[in-house]
């Protein structure tokens, strides 16, 4: 009967490292666009949770103050913060997780990653340990493929232009995920501020996607809009005043573009026409962002869809101009209704995404006996 008692409370893990994380296929772009536009339609049918009185949080963040007593506390430089971001999960994935990471822009003078990521999965019923992962490219990824759910209902099939703004790791994955839905795209046009950042990205372009012919650095905003069938604005950059976000204006903006939004991004009064249409990837979660912060809103998050709400409290939008990706995935809105309609969807990034593809990537890591098993205990010392 012992031996009964401590198999039924050992508890095991896995730990994936970053290698890992790789040979169980968290670059697998095309499955993780898969992955997201699943989860989506669990998010429209209301079979998640996350954080927050209204379950829609992005998450809890740790920031610093301007001017603290203790000389040890971290200064509010650009991107210094730590931040937990759990969700739960249902349908075929029915886990919960957590993402947590710290974020100091300083860090690439030190070769590391702006942020640095890590996520814990856990059995739902529970709530033991499944896997405590490596998560930057897991949280890459998913970031990057939300845009590819986004430009396989929303943008033109044939599409072949994608101008970019900001050619970092979000430019990449994003760029992956139109490859993956928009299969005739030849040419990308591309602004970056540095030249090592942009030579990156045409290197790993080059070597990626030989079928992207035509790669063309430009030096505007404007450029990087103006006949573009797809648009994303990567940038990153400080947050507090919205006149100084990268703005996109209606003039710039060919008939039937697609613009995915996944960073700092502002609007001229062109594009608040109603003819434009302005889709959110959740919006329960700007529900949220606009219950939690100060007005108007666009000041600390920096996403256009907050953009959106701040112009209905202003009187200059209507809520009904709002869509929902999550409606349009599960087929109880439409997608793109015809080649002239010019389409901007705000990508916020929620947990509920690294949930997903986490679940999916551990599964295949069981599945392929990949990762480290650490045990938490045999028996646990208090019950």
């Known amino acids: 009967m012992a031996d009964d008692m401590t198999t039924s409370t050992r508890i095991d893990f896995i730990y994936l490292s970053e290698q890992d994380m790789i040979r169980a296929g968290v670059t697998d772009m095309a499955a993780c666009v898969d992955t997201m536009e699943e989860m989506f339609a669990l998010l429209y049918h209301g079979d998640y949770r996350m954080a927050g009185p209204s379950n829609n949080s992005h998450g809890s963040v740790v920031v610093f103050p301007e001017d603290s007593p203790f000389p040890d506390m971290p200064k509010p430089t650009p991107d210094r913060r730590f931040m937990a971001m759990p969700a739960y999960l249902g349908g075929r994935f029915r886990t919960a997780g957590m993402k947590w990471y710290g974020s100091n822009i300083a860090n690439r003078e030190k070769g590391l990653p702006r942020s640095i990521l890590m996520f814990v999965l856990n059995d739902a019923d529970t709530g033991a340990p499944l896997a405590f992962m490596s998560a930057n490219l897991l949280s890459a990824y998913r970031t ?160 256009v869809g907050i953009r959106f709400l701040d112009l209905i409290d202003e009187g200059r939008m209507s809520r009904d101009q709002i869509e929902d990706l999550g409606k349009i995935v599960a087929g109880e809105a439409p997608g793109r209704r015809d080649d002239e309609e010019i389409i901007i969807m705000s990508v916020g990034g929620m947990p509920v995404e690294d949930v997903a593809w986490g679940t999916v990537v551990y599964r295949n890591a069981i599945e392929q006996g990949i990762g480290v098993p650490l045990n938490l205990w045999d028996q646990p010392v208090l019950r």
């Open 144 to 303: 990057g493929a939300v845009p590819g759910v986004g430009a396989r209902h929303l943008a033109r099939k044939d599409s072949k232009v994608v101008g970019i703004l900001g050619p970092g790791v979000m430019a990449k994955t994003s760029l992956s995920a139109f490859m993956a839905v928009c299969p005739q795209i030849d040419t990308v046009k591309v602004k970056g501020r540095g030249q090592k950042s942009l030579d990156a990205f045409l290197g790993w372009v080059a070597e990626t996607y030989p079928q992207i012919t035509t790669v063309q650095v430009v030096d505007t905003i404007e450029e990087v809009v103006r006949n573009s069938d797809i648009v994303t604005y990567c940038q990153s950059g400080a947050i507090g005043d919205p006149s100084i976000y990268p703005v996109v204006k209606r003039e710039w903006v060919s008939p039937g573009t697609f613009l995915s939004m996944p960073s700092l991004t502002n609007i001229d009064e062109g594009m608040e026409s109603p003819e434009i249409r302005k889709v959110l990837d959740n919006p329960g979660l700007y529900d949220a962002w606009h219950e939690e912060n100060p007005k108007p809103v666009h000041n600390n998050v920096p996403v």
